[in-house]
Protein backbone atom coordinates (compact mmCIF):
# COMPACT_ATOMS: atom_id res chain seq x y z
CA UNK A 1 0.00 0.00 0.00
CA UNK A 2 3.01 2.47 0.44
CA UNK A 3 4.93 1.50 -2.18
CA UNK A 4 1.31 2.25 -4.64
CA UNK A 5 0.98 5.44 -2.86
CA UNK A 6 4.18 6.75 -3.70
CA UNK A 7 4.16 5.51 -7.38
CA UNK A 8 0.49 7.10 -7.43
CA UNK A 9 2.09 10.87 -6.31
CA UNK A 10 5.64 10.50 -8.61
CA UNK A 11 2.90 9.78 -11.51
CA UNK A 12 1.24 12.85 -10.75
CA UNK A 13 3.76 15.23 -9.30
CA UNK A 14 7.59 14.48 -10.04
CA UNK A 15 10.42 16.13 -9.07
CA UNK A 16 10.43 20.27 -10.46
CA UNK A 17 14.58 19.86 -10.68
CA UNK A 18 14.90 23.62 -10.02
CA UNK A 19 14.01 22.89 -6.55
CA UNK A 20 14.31 19.10 -5.10
CA UNK A 21 16.30 17.61 -1.88
CA UNK A 22 19.68 15.89 -2.04
CA UNK A 23 20.74 12.53 -1.07
CA UNK A 24 24.00 11.37 -0.44
CA UNK A 25 26.74 9.96 1.95
CA UNK A 26 29.78 12.21 3.38
CA UNK A 27 31.80 11.66 0.46
CA UNK A 28 29.45 11.96 -2.23
CA UNK A 29 28.20 15.25 -0.90
CA UNK A 30 30.93 16.78 -0.81
CA UNK A 31 30.96 19.18 -3.78
CA UNK A 32 27.83 20.41 -2.33
CA UNK A 33 29.13 20.39 0.93
CA UNK A 34 32.32 23.01 0.22
CA UNK A 35 29.79 25.39 -1.87
CA UNK A 36 27.46 25.52 0.54
CA UNK A 37 29.74 26.29 3.46
CA UNK A 38 31.74 28.74 1.25
CA UNK A 39 28.16 30.55 1.13
CA UNK A 40 27.75 33.37 3.89
CA UNK A 41 23.84 32.33 4.32
CA UNK A 42 23.12 29.20 3.24
CA UNK A 43 22.36 26.53 6.20
CA UNK A 44 24.93 23.43 6.03
CA UNK A 45 23.55 22.32 9.33
CA UNK A 46 20.01 20.87 7.77
CA UNK A 47 20.30 17.88 5.87
CA UNK A 48 19.63 16.96 3.16
CA UNK A 49 19.72 19.86 1.45
CA UNK A 50 17.02 21.88 -0.49
CA UNK A 51 19.09 22.61 -3.88
CA UNK A 52 18.58 24.88 -6.84
CA UNK A 53 19.21 24.06 -10.57
CA UNK A 54 22.08 25.58 -10.33
CA UNK A 55 23.41 23.59 -6.76
CA UNK A 56 23.24 20.26 -9.02
CA UNK A 57 25.68 21.65 -11.86
CA UNK A 58 28.71 20.90 -8.61
CA UNK A 59 27.29 16.93 -8.37
CA UNK A 60 29.96 14.48 -8.68
CA UNK A 61 30.28 13.10 -11.97
CA UNK A 62 29.25 9.17 -12.59
CA UNK A 63 30.53 6.59 -15.42
CA UNK A 64 26.84 6.57 -16.01
CA UNK A 65 25.80 9.63 -18.09
CA UNK A 66 22.40 8.78 -18.08
CA UNK A 67 22.29 8.64 -14.43
CA UNK A 68 24.37 12.04 -13.55
CA UNK A 69 21.66 14.76 -15.13
CA UNK A 70 19.38 16.38 -13.50
CA UNK A 71 17.29 17.67 -16.55
CA UNK A 72 13.86 17.87 -17.76
CA UNK A 73 12.91 14.48 -18.30
CA UNK A 74 9.47 14.01 -17.40
CA UNK A 75 10.47 10.45 -15.44
CA UNK A 76 13.55 8.83 -15.23
CA UNK A 77 14.02 5.24 -13.94
CA UNK A 78 16.66 4.19 -12.36
CA UNK A 79 18.54 0.79 -10.90
CA UNK A 80 19.07 0.38 -7.32
CA UNK A 81 21.78 -2.13 -6.31
CA UNK A 82 24.21 -3.58 -4.26
CA UNK A 83 26.12 -6.46 -3.67
CA UNK A 84 28.86 -7.51 -1.22
CA UNK A 85 30.85 -9.77 -0.31
CA UNK A 86 33.25 -9.48 2.61
CA UNK A 87 35.52 -12.57 4.33
CA UNK A 88 35.06 -13.67 8.10
CA UNK A 89 37.76 -10.51 9.80
CA UNK A 90 37.70 -12.39 13.14
CA UNK A 91 41.44 -14.00 14.28
CA UNK A 92 39.52 -16.35 16.58
CA UNK A 93 37.20 -18.11 13.65
CA UNK A 94 37.71 -19.73 10.36
CA UNK A 95 37.72 -18.16 7.39
CA UNK A 96 33.88 -17.30 5.78
CA UNK A 97 32.34 -15.25 3.68
CA UNK A 98 29.36 -13.13 3.86
CA UNK A 99 27.52 -11.43 1.19
CA UNK A 100 24.64 -9.15 0.88
CA UNK A 101 22.35 -8.00 -1.86
CA UNK A 102 19.63 -5.26 -2.64
CA UNK A 103 17.95 -4.87 -5.52
CA UNK A 104 15.18 -2.19 -6.67
CA UNK A 105 14.11 0.98 -8.70
CA UNK A 106 14.21 4.86 -8.21
CA UNK A 107 11.86 7.38 -9.72
CA UNK A 108 12.39 10.60 -11.01
CA UNK A 109 10.29 12.77 -12.58
CA UNK A 110 9.36 16.16 -13.58
CA UNK A 111 6.19 18.33 -13.87
CA UNK A 112 6.76 21.43 -12.20
CA UNK A 113 8.80 23.74 -10.36
CA UNK A 114 7.26 24.17 -7.15
CA UNK A 115 6.21 20.26 -6.54
CA UNK A 116 9.23 17.50 -6.61
CA UNK A 117 9.23 13.99 -5.18
CA UNK A 118 11.03 11.24 -5.27
CA UNK A 119 10.51 7.00 -4.59
CA UNK A 120 13.14 4.43 -3.78
CA UNK A 121 11.88 1.11 -3.05
CA UNK A 122 14.40 -2.11 -2.64
CA UNK A 123 14.56 -5.41 -1.24
CA UNK A 124 18.07 -6.14 0.46
CA UNK A 125 18.89 -9.51 2.04
CA UNK A 126 21.73 -11.41 3.23
CA UNK A 127 23.65 -12.45 6.95
CA UNK A 128 25.53 -10.19 8.78
CA UNK A 129 29.40 -10.50 8.78
CA UNK A 130 31.48 -10.84 12.18
CA UNK A 131 32.50 -7.79 12.15
CA UNK A 132 28.84 -6.09 11.25
CA UNK A 133 27.30 -8.43 14.07
CA UNK A 134 30.10 -7.80 16.74
CA UNK A 135 28.38 -3.78 16.74
CA UNK A 136 25.44 -4.98 18.07
CA UNK A 137 25.91 -5.26 21.77
CA UNK A 138 22.84 -4.57 22.87
CA UNK A 139 19.84 -6.14 20.73
CA UNK A 140 19.42 -7.66 17.22
CA UNK A 141 19.01 -5.21 14.30
CA UNK A 142 20.31 -4.37 10.42
CA UNK A 143 22.08 -1.09 10.85
CA UNK A 144 19.70 1.50 9.17
CA UNK A 145 17.16 -1.40 7.74
CA UNK A 146 15.66 -2.55 10.35
CA UNK A 147 15.35 -6.25 12.53
CA UNK A 148 17.02 -8.74 11.96
CA UNK A 149 14.90 -11.98 10.46
CA UNK A 150 17.11 -15.01 12.22
CA UNK A 151 18.90 -13.50 15.21
CA UNK A 152 20.75 -17.16 15.37
CA UNK A 153 21.59 -17.42 11.99
CA UNK A 154 22.40 -13.48 11.51
CA UNK A 155 20.18 -13.28 8.90
CA UNK A 156 17.76 -10.79 7.47
CA UNK A 157 15.05 -10.19 4.82
CA UNK A 158 14.01 -6.65 4.21
CA UNK A 159 12.37 -4.15 2.38
CA UNK A 160 13.28 -0.50 2.24
CA UNK A 161 10.69 2.49 1.15
CA UNK A 162 12.47 6.03 1.11
CA UNK A 163 10.61 8.59 -0.56
CA UNK A 164 9.03 12.15 -0.44
CA UNK A 165 6.14 14.32 -1.73
CA UNK A 166 7.62 18.58 -1.19
CA UNK A 167 5.77 21.56 -2.01
CA UNK A 168 7.72 24.55 -2.36
CA UNK A 169 5.07 27.63 -3.39
CA UNK A 170 7.84 30.21 -2.71
CA UNK A 171 11.39 31.35 -1.72
CA UNK A 172 10.22 31.47 1.99
CA UNK A 173 8.52 27.87 2.66
CA UNK A 174 8.81 23.98 1.90
CA UNK A 175 6.67 21.86 2.99
CA UNK A 176 7.00 18.01 2.87
CA UNK A 177 6.13 14.21 3.95
CA UNK A 178 7.46 10.69 3.34
CA UNK A 179 9.55 8.33 4.85
CA UNK A 180 13.00 9.46 4.96
CA UNK A 181 15.90 9.99 7.17
CA UNK A 182 16.74 13.50 8.48
CA UNK A 183 20.56 14.80 10.01
CA UNK A 184 21.22 18.41 12.21
CA UNK A 185 24.84 18.98 12.12
CA UNK A 186 28.12 19.96 10.89
CA UNK A 187 29.87 16.78 11.53
CA UNK A 188 30.28 13.06 11.00
CA UNK A 189 27.72 12.20 13.92
CA UNK A 190 24.88 14.17 15.42
CA UNK A 191 23.89 14.51 18.76
CA UNK A 192 21.08 15.95 17.90
CA UNK A 193 19.17 14.12 15.41
CA UNK A 194 21.19 11.05 13.11
CA UNK A 195 20.77 9.30 9.78
CA UNK A 196 21.85 6.32 11.62
CA UNK A 197 18.30 4.68 12.31
CA UNK A 198 15.95 3.48 9.69
CA UNK A 199 13.76 5.37 7.66
CA UNK A 200 10.65 6.55 9.12
CA UNK A 201 7.45 8.18 8.06
CA UNK A 202 7.64 11.97 8.35
CA UNK A 203 5.85 15.75 8.11
CA UNK A 204 8.25 18.40 7.64
CA UNK A 205 7.87 22.28 7.53
CA UNK A 206 11.11 24.45 6.39
CA UNK A 207 10.77 28.41 6.49
CA UNK A 208 13.42 30.37 5.55
CA UNK A 209 13.71 34.68 5.59
CA UNK A 210 16.63 36.99 6.07
CA UNK A 211 19.41 34.78 7.78
CA UNK A 212 17.11 32.25 9.87
CA UNK A 213 15.95 28.83 8.89
CA UNK A 214 13.56 27.64 10.85
CA UNK A 215 12.40 23.32 10.54
CA UNK A 216 9.69 22.02 12.13
CA UNK A 217 9.47 18.05 12.07
CA UNK A 218 6.77 15.47 13.09
CA UNK A 219 7.66 11.72 12.59
CA UNK A 220 6.25 8.50 13.81
CA UNK A 221 8.68 5.92 15.36
CA UNK A 222 8.28 1.76 15.78
CA UNK A 223 9.92 -0.01 18.84
CA UNK A 224 9.82 -3.73 19.45
CA UNK A 225 11.96 -3.75 22.71
CA UNK A 226 9.01 -3.78 25.24
CA UNK A 227 6.43 -5.81 25.44
CA UNK A 228 3.47 -3.99 25.02
CA UNK A 229 1.29 -4.74 22.14
CA UNK A 230 1.23 -1.39 20.82
CA UNK A 231 4.39 -0.49 19.38
CA UNK A 232 4.05 3.58 18.18
CA UNK A 233 5.92 6.07 19.58
CA UNK A 234 5.91 9.61 18.07
CA UNK A 235 8.45 12.88 17.89
CA UNK A 236 7.95 16.37 17.33
CA UNK A 237 11.20 18.42 16.38
CA UNK A 238 11.84 22.23 16.31
CA UNK A 239 15.64 23.72 15.15
CA UNK A 240 16.14 27.15 14.21
CA UNK A 241 19.78 27.89 12.45
CA UNK A 242 20.81 31.48 12.44
CA UNK A 243 23.42 33.15 10.68
CA UNK A 244 24.51 35.80 12.81
CA UNK A 245 27.72 36.78 11.15
CA UNK A 246 29.23 35.50 8.08
CA UNK A 247 31.53 33.60 10.15
CA UNK A 248 29.13 32.68 12.89
CA UNK A 249 26.43 30.73 12.90
CA UNK A 250 24.14 29.31 16.02
CA UNK A 251 21.09 26.64 15.94
CA UNK A 252 18.72 26.01 18.69
CA UNK A 253 17.29 22.36 19.14
CA UNK A 254 14.47 20.60 21.45
CA UNK A 255 12.57 17.57 20.50
CA UNK A 256 9.74 15.84 22.42
CA UNK A 257 9.21 11.61 22.26
CA UNK A 258 5.60 10.37 23.25
CA UNK A 259 4.12 6.66 23.43
CA UNK A 260 1.23 6.24 21.19
CA UNK A 261 -0.36 4.62 23.92
CA UNK A 262 -0.11 3.54 27.41
CA UNK A 263 -1.80 2.30 30.65
CA UNK A 264 -4.47 4.64 30.98
CA UNK A 265 -5.29 5.47 27.50
CA UNK A 266 -4.64 5.56 23.74
CA UNK A 267 -3.17 9.09 22.86
CA UNK A 268 -1.88 8.49 19.54
CA UNK A 269 -0.23 11.73 17.83
CA UNK A 270 -0.73 14.56 20.68
CA UNK A 271 -2.24 17.83 18.83
CA UNK A 272 -1.00 19.61 21.60
CA UNK A 273 2.77 19.70 19.98
CA UNK A 274 1.56 20.55 16.62
CA UNK A 275 1.93 23.83 17.64
CA UNK A 276 5.46 25.19 15.36
CA UNK A 277 6.04 27.83 17.26
CA UNK A 278 6.01 26.71 21.09
CA UNK A 279 8.45 25.41 23.85
CA UNK A 280 7.51 21.93 24.62
CA UNK A 281 8.25 22.02 28.24
CA UNK A 282 5.30 24.49 28.50
CA UNK A 283 3.34 22.07 26.96
CA UNK A 284 4.62 19.36 28.91
CA UNK A 285 3.42 20.61 32.08
CA UNK A 286 0.53 22.13 30.83
CA UNK A 287 -1.12 18.58 30.05
CA UNK A 288 0.77 17.06 33.18
CA UNK A 289 2.76 14.80 30.79
CA UNK A 290 5.70 12.62 31.52
CA UNK A 291 6.93 12.93 27.85
CA UNK A 292 10.75 12.51 26.93
CA UNK A 293 11.59 16.35 26.08
CA UNK A 294 15.80 17.20 25.25
CA UNK A 295 17.21 20.98 24.47
CA UNK A 296 20.25 21.51 22.52
CA UNK A 297 22.30 23.95 20.06
CA UNK A 298 25.42 23.74 17.84
CA UNK A 299 27.94 26.74 16.96
CA UNK A 300 29.90 26.57 13.47
CA UNK A 301 33.15 29.20 12.99
CA UNK A 302 33.96 29.49 9.53
CA UNK A 303 37.64 30.60 9.12
CA UNK A 304 39.14 31.90 5.41
CA UNK A 305 36.10 29.72 3.86
CA UNK A 306 37.89 26.76 3.99
CA UNK A 307 38.00 25.95 7.59
CA UNK A 308 35.09 25.01 10.21
CA UNK A 309 35.02 24.74 13.97
CA UNK A 310 31.88 23.27 14.91
CA UNK A 311 30.48 21.68 18.33
CA UNK A 312 27.05 20.39 19.57
CA UNK A 313 25.45 20.43 23.30
CA UNK A 314 22.21 18.46 24.12
CA UNK A 315 20.28 18.38 27.64
CA UNK A 316 18.03 15.46 28.40
CA UNK A 317 17.99 16.77 32.25
CA UNK A 318 20.11 19.35 34.18
CA UNK A 319 20.12 20.65 37.45
CA UNK A 320 22.93 23.43 38.29
CA UNK A 321 22.71 22.57 42.17
CA UNK A 322 23.91 18.91 41.34
CA UNK A 323 26.98 20.06 38.45
CA UNK A 324 28.16 22.19 41.24
CA UNK A 325 28.14 19.39 43.95
CA UNK A 326 30.18 17.55 41.69
CA UNK A 327 28.36 14.12 42.78
CA UNK A 328 27.74 12.85 39.19
CA UNK A 329 24.24 12.70 39.58
CA UNK A 330 22.60 10.59 37.56
CA UNK A 331 19.90 12.81 36.14
CA UNK A 332 22.50 15.35 34.44
CA UNK A 333 22.16 13.68 31.12
CA UNK A 334 24.19 15.32 28.37
CA UNK A 335 26.19 15.00 25.21
CA UNK A 336 28.75 17.11 23.24
CA UNK A 337 30.38 17.35 20.43
CA UNK A 338 33.49 19.66 19.27
CA UNK A 339 35.31 19.27 15.77
CA UNK A 340 36.88 19.90 12.81
CA UNK A 341 36.44 20.13 9.08
CA UNK A 342 38.10 21.66 6.11
CA UNK A 343 37.77 21.97 2.21
CA UNK A 344 40.80 21.49 -0.23
CA UNK A 345 43.15 21.03 2.70
CA UNK A 346 46.80 22.43 1.82
CA UNK A 347 45.60 23.77 -1.62
CA UNK A 348 44.48 20.36 -2.77
CA UNK A 349 41.10 20.30 -4.60
CA UNK A 350 39.69 17.92 -3.33
CA UNK A 351 41.59 17.07 -0.31
CA UNK A 352 39.41 16.88 2.79
CA UNK A 353 39.84 16.06 6.47
CA UNK A 354 37.54 15.66 9.80
CA UNK A 355 38.55 15.50 13.31
CA UNK A 356 35.29 14.94 15.60
CA UNK A 357 35.34 14.44 19.48
CA UNK A 358 31.90 12.87 21.07
CA UNK A 359 30.98 12.62 24.80
CA UNK A 360 27.58 11.14 25.83
CA UNK A 361 26.66 10.89 29.68
CA UNK A 362 24.94 7.65 30.42
CA UNK A 363 21.36 7.70 30.13
CA UNK A 364 21.12 9.99 27.69
CA UNK A 365 18.43 9.54 25.57
CA UNK A 366 16.67 6.92 27.44
CA UNK A 367 13.27 7.39 30.00
CA UNK A 368 10.95 5.06 32.07
CA UNK A 369 10.85 2.40 28.79
CA UNK A 370 11.71 2.48 25.82
CA UNK A 371 8.69 3.56 23.94
CA UNK A 372 9.34 7.04 25.35
CA UNK A 373 13.34 6.70 24.35
CA UNK A 374 14.90 8.81 21.64
CA UNK A 375 14.95 5.40 18.67
CA UNK A 376 13.24 3.97 16.30
CA UNK A 377 13.40 -0.17 15.73
CA UNK A 378 16.22 -0.70 18.10
CA UNK A 379 18.24 1.83 16.91
CA UNK A 380 19.11 5.07 18.04
CA UNK A 381 18.15 8.40 16.34
CA UNK A 382 21.64 10.13 17.53
CA UNK A 383 24.67 8.19 18.33
CA UNK A 384 24.96 4.59 17.07
CA UNK A 385 27.16 3.63 20.33
CA UNK A 386 23.88 5.77 22.09
CA UNK A 387 25.36 6.87 25.43
CA UNK A 388 27.92 6.19 28.71
CA UNK A 389 30.63 7.07 26.10
CA UNK A 390 33.46 8.90 24.34
CA UNK A 391 34.55 9.26 20.55
CA UNK A 392 37.06 10.26 18.73
CA UNK A 393 37.48 10.02 15.06
CA UNK A 394 39.22 11.09 12.70
CA UNK A 395 38.56 11.01 8.30
CA UNK A 396 41.03 12.08 5.69
CA UNK A 397 39.70 11.69 2.12
CA UNK A 398 40.34 12.71 -1.42
CA UNK A 399 37.66 13.22 -4.25
CA UNK A 400 38.66 13.42 -7.51
CA UNK A 401 35.82 13.23 -11.08
CA UNK A 402 34.13 9.66 -10.00
CA UNK A 403 37.23 8.27 -7.76
CA UNK A 404 36.64 8.83 -3.46
CA UNK A 405 39.55 7.68 -1.13
CA UNK A 406 39.28 7.45 2.40
CA UNK A 407 41.22 6.39 5.21
CA UNK A 408 39.37 6.68 9.27
CA UNK A 409 40.21 5.60 12.48
CA UNK A 410 37.88 5.94 15.24
CA UNK A 411 38.87 5.45 19.28
CA UNK A 412 35.87 4.87 21.42
CA UNK A 413 35.58 4.26 24.98
CA UNK A 414 32.00 2.78 26.23
CA UNK A 415 30.32 1.01 29.31
CA UNK A 416 28.31 -1.91 28.76
CA UNK A 417 25.86 -3.57 31.42
CA UNK A 418 27.09 -5.94 33.17
CA UNK A 419 25.93 -8.80 35.94
CA UNK A 420 21.95 -7.40 35.18
CA UNK A 421 22.80 -3.95 36.28
CA UNK A 422 22.14 -0.95 34.17
CA UNK A 423 24.85 1.06 33.52
CA UNK A 424 23.35 3.75 31.32
CA UNK A 425 24.61 2.61 28.00
CA UNK A 426 21.73 0.76 26.59
CA UNK A 427 18.98 3.90 25.64
CA UNK A 428 16.35 1.13 25.42
CA UNK A 429 16.69 -0.01 29.10
CA UNK A 430 14.33 2.04 31.15
CA UNK A 431 16.38 4.24 33.83
CA UNK A 432 14.25 3.30 36.66
CA UNK A 433 16.84 0.56 36.72
CA UNK A 434 19.95 1.85 37.31
CA UNK A 435 21.67 1.61 40.40
CA UNK A 436 22.15 4.77 42.88
CA UNK A 437 21.31 7.92 42.01
CA UNK A 438 25.41 9.38 42.63
CA UNK A 439 28.45 8.41 41.59
CA UNK A 440 27.56 7.86 38.10
CA UNK A 441 30.28 8.20 35.27
CA UNK A 442 30.72 8.12 31.80
CA UNK A 443 32.33 4.71 30.12
CA UNK A 444 31.02 3.21 33.94
CA UNK A 445 30.11 -0.64 34.18
CA UNK A 446 31.71 -2.99 31.97
CA UNK A 447 34.46 -0.85 29.64
CA UNK A 448 35.46 -1.22 26.59
CA UNK A 449 38.68 0.72 24.35
CA UNK A 450 37.77 0.19 21.03
CA UNK A 451 40.40 0.74 17.30
CA UNK A 452 38.90 1.21 14.16
CA UNK A 453 40.90 1.32 10.78
CA UNK A 454 39.42 1.89 7.84
CA UNK A 455 40.46 2.41 4.50
CA UNK A 456 37.78 2.38 1.38
CA UNK A 457 38.37 3.81 -2.43
CA UNK A 458 34.98 3.54 -4.51
CA UNK A 459 34.27 4.39 -8.21
CA UNK A 460 31.05 6.35 -8.67
CA UNK A 461 28.57 4.87 -11.03
CA UNK A 462 25.48 6.37 -10.80
CA UNK A 463 25.22 9.84 -8.95
CA UNK A 464 21.55 10.03 -9.04
CA UNK A 465 21.21 6.83 -6.87
CA UNK A 466 24.95 7.25 -5.09
CA UNK A 467 25.96 4.42 -6.39
CA UNK A 468 29.23 3.35 -6.33
CA UNK A 469 31.56 0.41 -6.72
CA UNK A 470 34.00 -0.46 -3.32
CA UNK A 471 36.57 -1.84 -2.22
CA UNK A 472 37.01 -1.53 1.62
CA UNK A 473 40.02 -2.82 4.63
CA UNK A 474 38.57 -2.70 8.29
CA UNK A 475 40.68 -3.46 11.13
CA UNK A 476 39.00 -4.25 14.35
CA UNK A 477 40.21 -4.29 18.23
CA UNK A 478 37.91 -4.44 21.28
CA UNK A 479 39.51 -4.61 24.93
CA UNK A 480 36.47 -5.17 26.72
CA UNK A 481 37.01 -5.74 30.59
CA UNK A 482 36.60 -9.33 32.48
CA UNK A 483 37.27 -10.53 28.45
CA UNK A 484 39.95 -11.45 26.31
CA UNK A 485 40.17 -8.63 23.19
CA UNK A 486 38.67 -9.46 19.97
CA UNK A 487 40.11 -8.53 16.73
CA UNK A 488 39.11 -8.17 13.21
CA UNK A 489 40.71 -7.97 10.27
CA UNK A 490 38.68 -7.97 6.62
CA UNK A 491 38.39 -6.89 3.19
CA UNK A 492 35.19 -6.36 1.39
CA UNK A 493 34.25 -4.89 -1.67
CA UNK A 494 30.79 -4.70 -4.12
CA UNK A 495 28.22 -2.06 -4.71
CA UNK A 496 26.09 0.26 -3.07
CA UNK A 497 23.50 2.61 -3.39
CA UNK A 498 23.08 4.67 -0.50
CA UNK A 499 20.57 7.99 0.14
CA UNK A 500 22.48 8.18 3.63
CA UNK A 501 25.81 6.92 5.22
CA UNK A 502 26.35 3.70 6.13
CA UNK A 503 27.57 3.48 9.78
CA UNK A 504 29.55 0.10 10.66
CA UNK A 505 32.44 1.93 12.45
CA UNK A 506 31.62 1.72 16.38
Not at 261 to 284: A, H, I, M, Q, T
Amino acid sequence: MKLFFYILLSSFFGVGFSQSYFFADHLSRYQFDKKIYKNDNRHSGIKPYFINKEDTLIRQKGIWDYASKIDTTKLKILPVIGFSLQNNPSFQSDKEIFSSSKIGAQINSSISEKISSQIRYSYNSGKLSSIVDSNVLKRPYVQGLGLLNDTSERTFSLFELDGYLSYNPNRYFVFSAGFGKHFFGDGYRSLLLSDFAPSYPFIKMESTFWKVKYVNLLSAHKDFNHPLISKNKFSSSHLLSWNILKWLNLSVFESVVWQGKDSLNNRGFDVNYLNPFVFFRPVEYSIGSADNSFFGGSLKFTIQKNHIIYGQMLLDEFLLSEWRNNNNWWGNKYAIQMGYRSFDLFKVEGLHLLTEYNLIRPYTYSHLTSLQNYGHLNQSLAHPLESNMKELVTRIGYQKKNIDFLIQYNYQVFGLDYQNNNFGGNMFSGYDSRDGDYGQEITQGKKVNQHLLISRISFMLFPLTNTKFYFEYMYKKSNIRFNDSMKYNGFSFGLSSNLWDSYYDY
